[in-house]
């Protein structure tokens, strides 16, 4: 057998207190929120750049791109318009804390616009704590990949 290489290893043990999911909930509402105004800048505010955007295409294959700062907003733009009057988005989010620094957030969506069948979603996101509190740095979700 060969020699052990000196890995960093994180603790393993760590369990969130409920502050701390708390805390997850409380960035989630924010930005939530900030969606629903269309606050694109706002929502900017709260993300690491380069921010990593995994997805796959109809066909199947993974996806995936770094955008900037001028990219996401560009995108979330185009995406949300303005702000999302009149659409109900109902989440349910899971969180799996990796570390104290690092959850990767699993949302279960139904988005549900005025005179629409209701469209189900499933996202995650990949948070890491900063010292002002949380930011996210990769977004997850099927679908868009022909777009990245």
């Known amino acids: 057998m060969g020699e052990l290489y000196d890995l960093p290893v994180a603790?393993?043990?760590f369990a969130p207190s409920a502050a701390e999911f708390a805390s997850i909930?409380?960035?989630f509402e924010r930005y939530d929120g900030l969606v629903g105004r269309g606050e694109v800048e706002a929502m900017a505010d709260m993300a690491v750049f380069p921010l990593n955007v995994v997805s796959d295409t109809p066909g199947g294959d993974g996806s995936s791109a770094q955008w900037s700062r001028e990219q996401?907003?560009?995108t979330m733009s185009e995406v949300i318009r303005g702000g999302s009057d009149g659409v109900r988005l109902e989440s349910a989010r899971t969180p799996?804390?990796?570390t104290a620094g690092l959850v990767l957030v699993v949302t279960d969506a139904t988005m549900t616009a005025p005179g629409a069948e209701p469209v189900p979603m499933r996202y995650a996101d990949l948070l890491i704590r900063r010292g002002d509190g949380w930011a996210?740095?990769?977004m997850v979700?099927?679908?868009w990949g022909d777009q990245l």
């Open 96 to 98: 799996h804390f990796l």
């Open 25 to 27: 909930s409380a960035w």
């Open 141 to 143: 979700q099927g679908g």
């Open 72 to 74: 996401f907003v560009a």
């Open 136 to 138: 996210f740095q990769t």
């Open 11 to 13: 603790d393993t043990t």
